[in-house]
């Protein structure tokens, strides 16, 4: 097993930054990929984006590409989302996750995920 735990969300301006950040413990061993997720009321979780965790390969959904950046740190088995240029419609509640395997090239969909934190919400005001 391996457990997740976000930490960083917030209440922020249009315009502003911040920073999430995702604990892992546990299982960590077995970790291919992490990736970030986010959803928005009444919507469905949609894919933000992922990192391998060895390699470091980042890869992103076109709505954030070039605003948001995501890291890892595997001695503190943290991985982290850097929300640049922030937008209201960026609210959300923001997930990460962790795979156990690799499935796809992209690991953009929620079901090739193994664990998932609790989330964190992030609102950016107008």
């Known amino acids: 097993q391996v457990q997740l735990v976000e930490s960083g969300g917030g209440l922020l301006q249009a315009g502003g930054s911040l920073r999430l950040a995702c604990a892992a413990s546990?299982?960590?061993?077995?970790?291919?990929?992490m990736g970030w997720f986010r959803q928005a009321p009444g919507k469905e979780r949609e894919f933000v984006g992922r990192?391998?965790?060895?390699?470091?390969?980042?890869y992103y959904a076109d709505s954030v590409k070039g605003r948001f950046t995501i890291s890892r740190d595997n001695a503190k088995n943290t991985m982290y989302l850097q929300m640049n240029s922030l937008k209201p419609e960026d609210t959300a509640v923001y997930y990460c996750?962790?795979?156990?395997?690799?499935?796809?090239?992209?690991?953009?969909?929620?079901?090739?995920?193994?664990?998932w934190g609790q989330g964190t919400q992030v609102t950016v005001s107008s």
């Open positions: 990192i391998t965790w060895i390699s470091g390969i980042t």
């Open positions: 546990g299982r960590t061993a077995s970790t291919v990929a």
């Open positions: 996750a962790a795979a156990s395997r690799f499935t796809s090239v992209t690991m953009r969909t929620l079901v090739e995920y193994d664990y």
